[in-house]
C-alpha cells in the first residue's frame, strides 16, 4: 500500500471511497436513511467539494486503486476522513492520521480539531485526541451524533 498527496485528478475515487465507506458501516451505528442521507453530501454539498479542492490531503492507495484518505481543511481541521468499507481497521486510518498530524506539526500548526463519527471518534482517541463535546447534526431533515474533538500539537520548534 502507497501513501501520497491527493491531487485534483483524484477527485472521483475520493468520492467513490466515500460514498463506499458510509454505505458499508453497520445499520445498529447508522441506519440506512441516515446512510443515505451522509452519503449523497459528496454530490449535494459544496462544502465537500471545497474541502477536497482547497484542502491538503492524502490518500493511500494499492495500484490504481484509492482505499482510504484523508484532508485538511482549512489547515487545522481534519474535514474529511475515509476508508472502503473492506479496508477498516486494517491500520490505513492511523497511517493517514499520523500523516496529517506530521504535516501540521511541521507547518507550525499549535492544534488540530475534526468532527467524528460514531465510527472514526475511537482512533482518534487512541491516538491522543480529545473530546470537546458529543453534538447533534442534521443533514437532510436527518439527526446524526458526532464528537467534536481536539489535539494539541506539539509543535518541534518551540
Known sequence: MNLRQITKKDQLDLKKVYFDSIISIDEHIYSKEQKIAWASQAWDNPNFEKSLKEGNGWLIHDKNNVISFAVRHPDYRIALFYCK?????????????????????????????????????????????????????????????????????????K
Open 85 to 157: 468499507g473492506k479496508y477498516h481497521k486494517k491500520g490505513y486510518g492511523t497511517k493517514l492520521l499520523c500523516k496529517l498530524e506530521e504535516e501540521a506539526k511541521k507547518e507550525g500548526l499549535l492544534f488540530l480539531l475534526t468532527e467524528a463519527s460514531l465510527i472514526s471518534f475511537k482512533l482518534f482517541l487512541k491516538l491522543d485526541w480529545k473530546i470537546i463535546r458529543k453534538e447533534k447534526v442534521i443533514i437532510k431533515n436527518i439527526f446524526f451524533e458526532r464528537y467534536k474533538m481536539k489535539k494539541i500539537i506539539k509543535n518541534p520548534k
